[in-house]
């Protein structure tokens, strides 16, 4: 593979990031692979995209936004602040259960809705995860009447808000809301699959049936007030060398050649 070039940029400015947290891992090697290509340094902001918008909104210094929907760097855009919104990367949302809690695709929804079961979600609004989940619950409705209002009222919205409990540094968020017993069974990315089995290998992962299955567009746009600097980084991630370490985490990578979702 010819390896990506890029003209001679300002060192002393870094490129400003802010992206979801479920991009953590995979926007790090991107970034030292900008930063070894180019040498410009990226200071990234990792936080729910829906928190990461509010604080851009107001006014917060940045220049490139990845957000784990399409929605969140809209709102930037059709205000002025930012640029046209380009789908960078896919996701989907599983099922993460607890060791000893036997689960598959087929009873998963009975599962979630046994009383006896806690169910994690992250927060809507504040975290495309819960917004997410919360299409899982919707979906829920067209096979069994009630549904949805059931999960809607169990679900238990652990991870993403303003107020929510940090995990330890380097500690799935998700895994460790699993761990301590706060959930039996957690809606979450399946990107997180990767770091929940070098964590806590006794955690199952569980795809949802067709019927219950809901995707996740990643958006990408660039601040309008950006630098050279932030858009060379956008341009890396969206490129052959970004999409490859977009996928090698689990995302589906659109811009990728003959790629699809996952």
Do not use: W
């Given at each position: 593979?010819?390896?990506?070039?890029?003209?001679?940029?300002?060192?002393?400015?870094?490129?400003?990031?802010?992206?979801?947290?479920?991009?953590?891992?995979?926007?790090?090697?991107?970034?030292?692979?900008?930063?070894?290509?180019?040498?410009?340094?990226?200071?990234?902001?990792?936080?729910?995209?829906?928190?990461?918008?509010?604080?851009?909104?107001?006014?917060?210094?940045?220049?490139?936004?990845?957000?784990?929907?399409?929605?969140?760097?809209?709102?930037?855009?059709?205000?002025?602040?930012?640029?046209?919104?380009?789908?960078?990367?896919?996701?989907?949302?599983?099922?993460?259960?607890?060791?000893?809690?036997?689960?598959?695709?087929?009873?998963?929804?009975?599962?979630?809705?046994?009383?006896?079961?806690?169910?994690?979600?992250?927060?809507?609004?504040?975290?495309?995860?819960?917004?997410?989940?919360?299409?899982?619950?919707?979906?829920?409705?067209?096979?069994?009447?009630?549904?949805?209002?059931?999960?809607?009222?169990?679900?238990?919205?652990?991870?993403?808000?303003?107020?929510?409990?940090?995990?330890?540094?380097?500690?799935?968020?998700?895994?460790?809301?699993?761990?301590?017993?706060?959930?039996?069974?957690?809606?979450?990315?399946?990107?997180?699959?990767?770091?929940?089995?070098?964590?806590?290998?006794?955690?199952?992962l569980v795809r949802l049936p067709p019927a219950l299955a809901v995707g996740a567009d990643y958006g990408?746009?660039?601040?309008?007030?950006?630098?050279?600097?932030?858009?060379?980084?956008?341009?890396?991630?969206?490129?052959?060398?970004?999409?490859?370490?977009?996928?090698?985490?689990?995302?589906?990578?659109?811009?990728?050649?003959?790629?699809?979702?996952?």
């Amino acid at each position: 593979m010819a390896q990506d070039t890029f003209p001679a940029a300002p060192r002393r400015q870094p490129a400003l990031l802010h992206a979801a947290g479920s991009l953590r891992a995979a926007l790090t090697e991107v970034a030292q692979a900008f930063e070894t290509l180019t040498g410009v340094q990226v200071e990234p902001a990792y936080a729910p995209s829906g928190l990461l918008r509010e604080r851009l909104a107001k006014g917060e210094a940045a220049e490139v936004f990845a957000s784990a929907n399409m929605d969140h760097p809209a709102a930037l855009a059709e205000a002025g602040l930012a640029e046209p919104v380009v789908l960078f990367a896919r996701n989907e949302l599983c099922a993460f259960v607890r060791p000893g809690l036997m689960v598959t695709a087929e009873t998963v929804l009975e599962r979630m809705l046994d009383p006896s079961i806690r169910l994690g979600t992250s927060t809507p609004k504040a975290d495309p995860s819960g917004d997410y989940a919360f299409e899982v619950f919707a979906r829920a409705e067209a096979l069994m009447p009630g549904a949805r209002a059931a999960l809607e009222a169990k679900a238990l919205q652990l991870t993403g808000g303003p107020s929510s409990a940090a995990a330890p540094d380097g500690v799935n968020a998700y895994g460790h809301e699993l761990a301590r017993g706060e959930a039996d069974i957690f809606l979450a990315y399946c990107t997180n699959a990767q770091p929940l089995a070098r964590e806590q290998p006794g955690v199952t992962l569980v795809r949802l049936p067709p019927a219950l299955a809901v995707g996740a567009d990643y958006g990408l746009t660039v601040m309008s007030a950006a630098s050279p600097n932030g858009y060379r980084l956008a341009m890396f991630i969206l490129s052959q060398a970004g999409q490859e370490i977009l996928a090698k985490h689990g995302f589906a990578a659109p811009v990728l050649p003959n790629s699809g979702s996952k």
